[in-house]
């Protein structure tokens, strides 16, 4: 399970990455660009957690 950890850890450590350079980025399609990706990092961690929860559960 800890394979699975380490997969969470970087999704979230990305999607923090990824919002922090849309904060900084001063041009606005790189700044839509990285909150696009954040947001799907974003996703990627939820769905992460669901799937140890679920092989938690079993």
Do not use: G, N
Request: with cysteine; proline share 0%; net charge negative.
């Amino acid at each position: 399970m800890t394979e699975l950890q380490d997969r969470l850890e970087r999704f979230e450590t990305l999607t923090a990455e990824c919002e922090l350079i849309a904060k900084l980025a001063t041009d606005s399609t790189k700044r839509e660009f990285y909150l696009k990706l954040s947001e799907q990092y974003r996703q990627l961690a939820v769905d992460m957690r669901q799937a140890i929860a679920t092989k938690a559960a079993a």
